[in-house]
């Protein structure tokens, strides 16, 4: 889930004294990159401050007493506690693999006692579509979510599909200060209530931990930690540092940046670059850095907010706190990790500055105070919501081994808070996301091929890691499995699986060849966000991973497509698209475009693009189509360490479903779990979902299959 190697400035959002600022955010796999500087008010921090220590002391009580008050909620309920856990990504054949060579062993016991299948995952198949699906139970035509991006149609610019961004359009200025006043938009995009709220509603209690598209954190009946999309102290999805003093040319870095540092050291002075200052136009708010490297013990150490930290190669630093000044009383609170990949010459990674959970900036949780109190009571963790940094493995800034350690670093922490939690919920809900499968797959995928184009450049091969991954998932679930009562319904499934990314297809790049999309002045390529593009002569674009846009009349600013011509020019694409071989290999690229206001229903269609790219395994929309980026070629490799995906026909890419129980409904749906759990709490499914009742036999334990192992 990256913004091109030149980072977009979208502005920034200010807060309102006394209230808070939450930050726009980049796109998911596009990338991390600069986005939106953000601040908390000092009456907001200050709050905060008092308030954690009363909630580290109080939350168990409060605990009770919502217990209490649940039982009443409780009285027509099937089962006692429902417990879901998610792993992103994980892939159905892989695991049936996996567990016919005898690997996966409480997996194995579950399909032998409960239930396993494949589960139908969301068209397009992309995370916050697929997890937007799983919560409400609805297809995107009512839940508003078809991408990480979204487009603007009067500028043809990305806009985040998940939440909407606006600063304060006010303030006073005193000099070169400035003091926002007004209150900033703050609004959740998806539509559609998660199955949790209406829980809430009804009296039953829940813990969410991590899963996709919470951010910002809605209220509801529960506890809530935000997931995949909630943003770094920039208000980007994530951007990395890189220190070196070696010789870097004119490169650039997608999802970070280079500090170039000057000399032989063995001492280097510079800065941490932090969030924009919202009471200045001088940009960042920066601290200093000090590096002083002993290249003979292969170690180095920082000075950072006058305190130092050792660091070793190779090996990732824990957790340190840091802290920018805004202005007098007003300090914005981060954590961070460096890698130390090399000390002669020097290259020192910073991963993407976290908010830190014990003194939010923004909120990350529901309430404001739970990640406070899971901090004080667990130690510092993760709160970006793709903290594991793809995109600097893929530029080479981190090494496999530094991208497993922090992969499995966040991965540790999150089965702490889930295991907490797990100890905290004796009626109600648990669910849980774990993206360790995801991140782990797309980046190592390349070891399982012989011939994958970023094998070129690749370190020492590891084609066991995937393999490992699934031996790990597997001990976390017989770590589960043990901590479960015998009435307890264990669910375990994915939002999509995985296959192959080979080859790259430039969609834009196809529309100019073909006479759907025009450039200026003769040109043949053009830059990122359509640079160049002429839009009166323009039919047809893309953006995003999957989205195709008419250029229409009356809805795009520059709009070409007269309305009445819309649905002939839809099936005019579909049928020139579908089937395209690539032209160098001679493979099927894309299988079929599926026309949106077929395969959805529901108020928000009109929001979404207006064909969905279902392309064949092996490839997918190319890094540049992706940023609206014309090519000279179609077809290109793919040569990133991300070299597996899901953003494909959805079809190929079905996720995986096991349950402790017996399940009837045949070829179940991700839809289908929301009306599922309503129903096992007694409560009537809302009328407009779309999913079924998995038909679960709850008064059917798991049948013997074999020992819990962990």
Known sequence: MNIPAKQIKCGAIIALLGGLCTPSLSYGYIGPGAGFAFLSSFIFILGAALLAFAVILTLPVRLILIKKRSKKAMSKARVNRVVIVGLDGMDPVLAEGYMEAGKLPNFSRLRAGGHFSPLKTSNPPISPVAWSSFMTGVNPGKHNIFDFLARNPKTYLPALSSAEIGESSRAIRLGKIKIPIGKPVIKMLRKSLPFWKTLGEHGIFSIILKVPITFPPEKFRGLLLSGLCAPDIKGSQGTFAFYTNRETGEAEYTGGYIVKLDGDGPVFKTDISGPKNPFRDDGDIKIPLEISVNSGMKTARVKINGESHDLYEGRLSDWIKLTFRAGPGTKI?????????????????????????EKPAIPVSHPLIYSVYLSKVLGPFATLGLPQDTWALNEKVLTDDGFLQQTYNVHKKLEDIFF????????????????????????????????????????????????????RMDGLVGRIMKKLNPDDLLIILSDHGFK????????????????????????????????????????????????????????????????K????????????????????????????????????????????????????????????????KVTEEVFT??????????????????GVLFCNRRINKPEPDLRDIAPTILNLFGIK??????????????????????????
């Open 333 to 357: 609170n981060g954590i961070a990790q460096f890698f130390l990949k090399n000390t002669s010459p020097l290259e020192l990674y910073l991963s993407p500055i976290n908010i830190d959970p």
């Open 420 to 471: 907490h939690s797990l100890r905290q919920v004796k009626k109600g809900l648990l669910c849980c996301v774990f993206d360790t499968t995801d991140v782990v797959q797309h980046e190592f995928w390349r070891y399982m091929e012989k011939d994958h184009p970023a094998l070129k450049e690749s370190e020492a091969p590891k084609p066991l890691v995937i393999e490992e991954l699934y031996r």
């Open 500 to 563: 192959l990314f080979k080859r790259g297809v430039n969609l834009n790049t196809w529309f100019l060849k073909n006479g759907y999309l025009a450039l200026k002045d003769g040109k043949t390529t053009c830059g990122d966000w359509f640079e160049g593009v002429d839009w009166p002569g323009t039919k047809a674009y893309a953006i995003g991973l999957s989205g195709v846009y008419l250029n229409l009349k009356g809805r795009e600013a520059q709009g070409a497509v007269d309305p």
């Open 565 to 628: 011509e819309a649905d002939g020019l839809k099936r005019e694409i579909i049928e020139k698209l579908s089937g395209l071989r690539d032209e160098e290999t001679g493979e099927e690229a894309i299988t079929t475009l599926y026309d949106t206001k077929e395969i959805y229903s529901g108020p928000y269609i009109g929001n979404g693009p207006d064909l969905i790219a279902g392309y064949h395994p092996g490839f997918r929309a190319s890094w540049e189509s992706v940023t609206g």
């Open 637 to 654: 490799d793919n040569d990133k360490a991300w070299s597996a995906d899901h953003c494909i026909d959805h079809r190929f890419v079905p």
């Open 685 to 710: 499914p809302p009328a407009h979902i779309d999913g079924k009742d998995l038909q679960v036999k709850i008064n059917v334990q798991l049948e013997k299959a074999g020992e819990i192992t962990t």
